[in-house]
Every structure is written in C-alpha cells, then in structure tokens.
C-alpha cells in the first residue's frame, strides 16, 4: 500500500459506511441464470421486478440466434475505434436502420447510452449557448452537462411554465438546448413533450429527447413517446439506449439531423475514443427490431400488464407513482434503510426487487421501483402484489402516508 493511500483511506471507507448506513445491504445480487421474468439469485428461483427487459426479449431465440450469427460471420470484436478500423457494414447499416426507426435523418452507434449524452453537449455548445434541462433528468444528462461550457437552467420537473421562464432568460443565447427524459427511469412519469415542442418552436429552441426507457414501451410500433404523442420528425436529436426493450444487451444512439450527426462523428470523444459495438451485439439487436416489427402485440401484453399490475397494487392500499401506462412503477418510501428491508424481505417471498435510495435518487425520497414485463403472467403479478401487501402489513405501514 503506497504512502498516499494510507493517508486518504479512511476517508473513502467513511464515506462508504456513511452509504451503508443510510441504505443497508450495499451487496450486489449475483443472478445465476439468464435475464427473464424468472431469474435464478443465490440458487433461489424469484420472479424478477427489477428489469428493463421490458418486452422479455433478453433471452429471446431469435435475439440469440442473431448474435451467435454475426460472431460466426463479423467476429467477437473490432480492437479498434470506429474512425481507425472498428467500422464494419453491420454498423453503418444498424445506423441508416435506426434513423429510419425514429424518424430522423441520420444516426450515430455509441458504447452506451451514458456514452451517448455524454457526448452531445461537450461537442454542440459553446458558453455562448444555453441548456434549459428537467430537473430529474438522468444522471447522464447531468454529467454531460457539466462537460460543456455551455450556460445552464434547470426548469421544475415537468413545469412547462417555469421551462418557458427559463427560454426567456436564455433568450439571448445563440443556440438553446431543451433536453428531456421521456419517461423518467426513477419515477415512471412522462415529459410532455407536445407542449415543449411549442415553446421550443416560440423561442426557437432545439429539443432533445432521451428514449431509454420509451424506445420499445411506448407508441403503436414501439418507437417512443415521439411516436405516442405523434411528433415523430419534429425532435431534434433522440438518444436511446439497446440495453432496454431492444434485447436488454449494451450500446446506444443518437438519432438526430444530419449536420448534427456530421459533428458528432468527427468531434464526440465518446465516440472518437470508444470500441466500436460488438458484431454479436449488433446481430441481436437486428434480431430484437424484426421481433418488434413482427409482433407489436408485444407491446399491447406490456400496457396490459402495466395496467392490471398498477390496479391491483392501488386496489390493495399503495399509492404508485409515475403515468398509468407506464411499466416503470415506484413505490416510494421516507429512507433508504426501509427499502432495503422491505426489498430484502420480499426477496425472501420468491419477489426480486431493489431498493434504491441516496445517491441514485435524493434524500428522503428512497422507493422500490418495481418494472413491469411482457414476459409477466397475470398469476406472477398477483404473487408481486401478494408479497408487498403482506411485508408491508407486517411493517404496519400500509395504511402510513410513507405508501
């Protein structure tokens, strides 16, 4: 151990314990078996409320299938950046692939979709520039924020109002950026994006959108809240991620207009200086588009049992947050310490859920996120109910305005 770390050791383990102390159990779960709605945990058969696999394709035949396909046929990987020689056909075809998807006129693969906000603010604005961002947008946005020079407001989370306060302060910057999730990934409500593409056109604004957690869930085909609401053309840059819906394994996009993509591919470090996405990833996620395209009843059994799960859970006490028809379900709770309990007890009932709490939402607002799957029978929905309602009699906090 060097010198220097013995002096500063104690600091990052007090500040680890301070965590802990806050939330519980800090251990990962070690899954055994492949994604699903049933997972294997510590040899243990559970139903799995914990996923974005929102459309039960992780482990789906096809999406296997192509995967092992584009190995035999692209290899394991490219050892390189796409600009040098990490750029093979599959990618530019998956990108023409899904601008079409979205509705865009060009798109751009990143290791992430982390990688993938990370990249749009540092490499389009200037401090002669303006972000104007939701308050509870992802961690992503955040942090990609921060990498530019470019003037920030935060506007009140889904306060159309107080956004247009914010244009109005911006008004004299040359370019401004309004940027949104669209459904948000910790409380399952949905921007409004119809009204933001009216202020944005009033106060000539760019808008972008972050589709993770929509791309997949919502709109007839699967294409978004831009689709949902009918906009589809009208945002300016889209990121999205395929770890979700779209086969739940890694990379995402941006789909966005030429001229930014132009940019992006010669300017973005995410993507200058990233491995290019992995031939086996991109055969699977070909696979999940086509399984999309094929059955979009998928998406009706999701939306179905979003709304069974939803009625059942207010029909049994809770009260949950985000929009109806939203997959993601939070249960929210006053500390992180009870959700840890409470996920750690249903874990024992047969039912995977986490808890989160400080620092992945704010404090005081801890919760379980329960997420809700095609890949759910009604019968495993009940058991979910089942269990939360008997651990939280037990708590004797059913009735408690914690729920």
């Given at each position: 151990m060097s010198t220097g770390y013995k002096t500063v050791k104690h600091h990052f383990v007090s500040v680890f314990e301070e965590i802990k102390k806050g939330k519980g159990n800090v251990d990962e779960r070690v899954i055994t078996t492949s994604q699903g709605g049933r997972i294997t945990v510590n040899d243990c058969s559970v139903l799995n409320f914990s996923c974005s696999n929102y459309l039960g394709l992780g482990n789906h035949p096809k999406v296997k299938e192509g995967a092992i396909k584009f190995i035999e046929i692209h290899g394991f990987g490219l050892g390189s950046v796409r600009f040098i020689c990490g750029t093979q056909n599959i990618h530019i075809k998956l990108e023409e692939t899904i601008a079409k998807f979205t509705g865009t006129e060009a798109s751009i693969l990143f290791s992430s979709c982390f990688d993938a906000n990370g990249a749009v603010f540092e490499t389009l604005l200037t401090k002669n520039d303006a972000v104007i961002s939701d308050a509870l947008n992802h961690v992503s946005i955040i942090n990609g924020i921060r990498l530019s020079k470019a003037q920030r407001f935060i506007y009140k989370h889904l306060d159309v109002n107080d956004l247009e306060q914010k244009l109005i302060k911006a008004k004299d910057c040359r370019v401004k950026l309004i940027v949104t999730d669209a459904i948000f990934s910790m409380d399952g409500d949905l921007?409004?994006?119809?009204?933001?593409?009216?202020?944005?056109?009033?106060?000539?604004?760019?808008?972008?959108?972050?589709?993770?957690?929509?791309?997949?869930?919502?709109?007839?085909?699967?294409?978004?809240?831009?689709?949902?609401?009918?906009?589809?053309?009208?945002?300016?840059?889209?990121?999205?991620?395929?770890?979700?819906?779209?086969?739940?394994?890694?990379?995402?996009?941006?789909?966005?207009?030429?001229?930014?993509?132009?940019?992006?591919?010669?300017?973005?470090?995410?993507?200058?200086?990233?491995n290019s996405v992995a031939p086996a990833t991109i055969g699977g996620i070909f696979a999940a588009l086509k399984i999309l395209e094929d059955t979009p009843e998928l998406i009706d059994k999701l939306h179905r049992n979003t709304r069974y799960f939803r009625r059942r859970m207010e029909d049994a006490g809770f009260k949950l947050l985000g929009d109806k028809e939203s997959p993601i379900c939070p249960v929210l709770l006053k500390h992180g310490r009870l959700a840890t309990e409470i996920a750690d007890a249903l874990m024992n009932l047969g039912i995977y859920v986490i808890g989160f709490s400080f620092p992945v939402v704010p404090k005081g607002k801890a919760r379980i996120r329960i997420q809700i799957s095609a890949a759910h029978s009604f019968d495993q929905l009940d058991q979910c109910v089942t269990a939360f309602t008997k651990i939280a009699r037990q708590k004797g906090i059913l009735s408690s305005t914690k729920f």
């Open positions: 921007a409004p994006l119809p009204q933001i593409l009216q202020l944005a056109k009033e106060y000539e604004a760019l808008v972008m959108v972050d589709e993770a957690h929509s791309i997949g869930v919502f709109g007839k085909t699967g294409r978004g809240i831009t689709e949902h609401f009918g906009v589809m053309g009208k945002v300016d840059i889209i990121t999205s991620t395929f770890g979700k819906a779209l086969g739940g394994g890694n990379g995402g996009f941006i789909a966005a207009r030429k001229e930014i993509v132009n940019l992006l591919r010669v300017k973005a470090y995410p993507y200058l200086f990233s």
